[in-house]
């Protein structure tokens, strides 16, 4: 999505209606990372209620797969909230979605913090459906909201403000949920339910933020009213510079009209970005990120740290992914996507064998309690670098390089394609984890291991640098020889259109993601 914007600063009211806007993007990372620090606490819960309503104790493996599914239905909700995204932000503006959106957090949030007192798990499992579509919905609106207000001299470093939103949230869950603080079969329903504090901030916070100048105008064609927005955000009248970008971008959309996801899939010209994009989407969910981030307090349990130690050790994760996020920021620009995505994926690689050879070696060395101790702290060190990599790379780039891929007209619809392949793979990781963790045993993190070879060896040989160039030049690596390249600055003809019958459909506006 091209932004607009001259080489402005950064005013306060614009800083004010990116920070209210930003609690959206918290709201989803304090609701990935609190699920995890009050497992034991949850399952005690689900055991108590399920004998006080069967009067017969409950099996240890269907009391792993309700706190699974309590875990991984929050993914179901967000493939519905994120693929429904762009109809959302179209109809009701950036704005507005974010302001009807907060009603349903409030909701879910209410269900799972009242979850103990009415005595009912299926109440976690309907909040965190309801959660997971307001953070679905957040992934989407959240990043189309700031990338449109935004100046574009400025787009860059807002940009990355999504993920250091989502890291904060993720952090602060994680230090709210030890033990000490939240992480209590008395403190766990209030951890849950504290997620209903950024949807009421937002809802106080952001009514008296504009709606997006570029909705207004281009959707809405309402230009005073845009006008107004964009006074209001730059703190000057000297604002025609960005009605010019504006109108131009107009122009631009209605010379290359937008296309359906089905057009799309069956188009052969913008199949192999289309692939190149879906793939990255999986080597950020495969790569079993979410396995560390959903239960990292029972893997370092597993390692052979006390229960208590590995509660302490998880906002380590949190400490890590908000460090590593300002650390690569501007790296992005630096280094290239491309790069920094295979430093991520091979490192990770690499620490998730030791992983491996840490369960291993404890297992075969098991009687000798010095090889213990130190095999503990091989495995603790080996998944916080394992963080460290995953934030390096595969945390933000494969949104990054999928919006990039794509011209206006087809990226809405590759954007929604590949917001509903990343969702698919965080439920299918959330659900399977803790089987696959009583199949494989020592051997969990292999299959990852296995699919991080893969992703990188792909990246190496399929994946284009994005950095400092336009979708000519991109889109001019996927021509085939004897194809013209489309020249700079003339309208795009759209190639999906030679190949599938004319359709104005219009698709769901994509959106994007920090780390999921």
């Known amino acids: 999505m091209r932004c607009f914007g001259s080489a402005r600063g950064l005013t306060f009211f614009l800083s004010y209606t990116i920070l209210a806007s930003m609690l959206g993007m918290f709201q989803f990372g304090y609701n990935t990372g609190v699920i995890n620090a009050p497992e034991k606490n949850i399952k005690d819960f689900m055991k108590d209620v399920y004998k006080s309503k069967y009067s017969e104790d409950i099996s240890e493996e269907t009391v792993q797969f309700l706190y699974s599914f309590a875990v991984s239905i929050f993914a179901i909700g967000g493939m519905i909230g994120g693929f429904s995204g762009g109809l959302i932000a179209n109809k009701f503006g950036r704005k507005g979605g974010l302001l009807l959106n907060s009603f349903v957090g409030i909701a879910g949030a209410s269900l799972m913090g009242f979850a103990k007192f009415f005595h009912s798990y299926e109440m976690i499992f309907i909040g965190r459906f ?52 939240l992480g209590t079969d ?16 937002q809802l106080i916070l952001l009514p008296v933020c504009p709606e997006s100048p570029r909705y207004l105008l281009i959707t809405k064609q309402w230009e005073e009213e845009a006008r107004k927005a964009l006074r ?10 960005d009605i010019e970008e504006m109108r131009a971008e107009q122009r631009a959309q209605q010379a290359e009209a937008t296309i359906s996801m089905t057009q799309l899939l069956c188009s052969r010209t913008l199949r192999p970005p289309l692939i190149i994009g879906v793939v990255m989407q999986l080597s950020q969910q495969l790569s079993g990120i979410n396995a560390v981030f959903y239960y990292s307090t029972g893997l370092f349990v597993s390692s052979g740290l006390s229960e208590e130690t590995a509660k302490f050790m998880t906002p380590g994760i949190g400490v890590i992914m908000v460090t590593m996020t300002i650390i690569t920021m501007p790296l992005m620009d630096r280094l290239g996507r491309r790069t920094l995505h295979l430093y991520g994926l091979g490192g990770m690689f690499i620490f998730s064998i030791f992983i491996t050879i840490s369960f291993l070696i404890k297992e075969f060395f098991g009687f000798v309690q010095e090889m213990i101790d130190w095999m503990s702290y091989l495995s603790v060190i080996s998944t916080l670098m394992f963080v460290v990599f995953f934030a390096v790379g595969p945390g933000s780039i494969p ?40 199949a494989l045993e020592n051997y969990t993190f292999l299959p990852f291991s296995v699919f991080l070879a893969i992703f990188w060896i792909f990246t190496y040989k399929k994946v284009p640098e994005t950095k400092n160039k336009t979708f000519e030049e991109i889109l001019a690596l996927f021509s085939k020889p004897g194809d013209t390249p489309p020249t700079r600055g003339q309208p795009q003809a759209n190639p999906a259109f030679e190949e599938t019958p004319l359709n104005t459909t219009k698709a769901f506006t994509g959106s994007t993601s920090t780390y999921m």
């Not at 919006?403 to 619809?413: C, D, K, M, V, Y």
């Open 186 to 201: 008395d403190g766990w329903p209030l951890l849950l339910g504290l997620a209903i504090c950024p949807a009421v901030l």
């Open 399 to 438: 949104w990054m390089i999928t919006a990039e891929l794509f011209s206006q007209g087809p990226r809405p619809a590759a954007m929604s394609i590949a917001v509903l392949v990343n969702w698919i793979a965080n439920f299918v990781v959330g659900i399977g984890f803790l089987p696959m963790k009583t």
């Open 232 to 241: 209001r955000l730059r703190a000057s009248n000297q604002i025609e510079e």
């Open 130 to 181: 309801i959660i997971g579509v307001t953070c679905g919905l957040n992934t989407s609106l959240v990043p189309m909201y700031i990338s449109e207000i935004a100046p574009l001299n400025l787009r860059g470093g807002l940009g990355t403000v999504n993920q250091l939103a989502v890291t904060t949230g993720l952090l602060i869950s994680q230090i709210l949920g030890i033990e000490q603080i």
